[in-house]
């Protein structure tokens, strides 16, 4: 799976729009849809923005691993 189709698959899991996602990293929906679409790169400060809101790693978030992981939270 690429990347960018895994920014898709857990925004959609999680029955969020893209709208609502492109507010939280402070972008425009449009933006957020070229980084869904692989035609634009997203930048490592996103990622982890991401990754904290949806409570799962970075490696699964790029496509890395395929199981998803749990942040640790204190």
Do not use: F, W
């Not at 898709?8 to 899991?13: H, L, V, W």
């Not at 492109?22 to 957020?32: D, H, K």
Request: overall charge positive.
């Amino acid at each position: 799976m690429n990347y960018y189709q895994r920014l898709r698959d857990i925004r959609e899991d999680m029955d969020k729009s893209q709208t609502e996602i492109a507010e939280l990293l402070g972008i425009l929906q449009t933006q957020y849809s070229r980084y869904e679409r692989g035609v634009q790169k997203m930048g490592i400060d996103k990622y982890i923005i991401l990754a904290r809101y949806y409570n799962i790693s970075l490696d699964y978030l790029c496509g890395l691993i395929d199981t998803p992981v749990k942040l640790h939270r204190k």
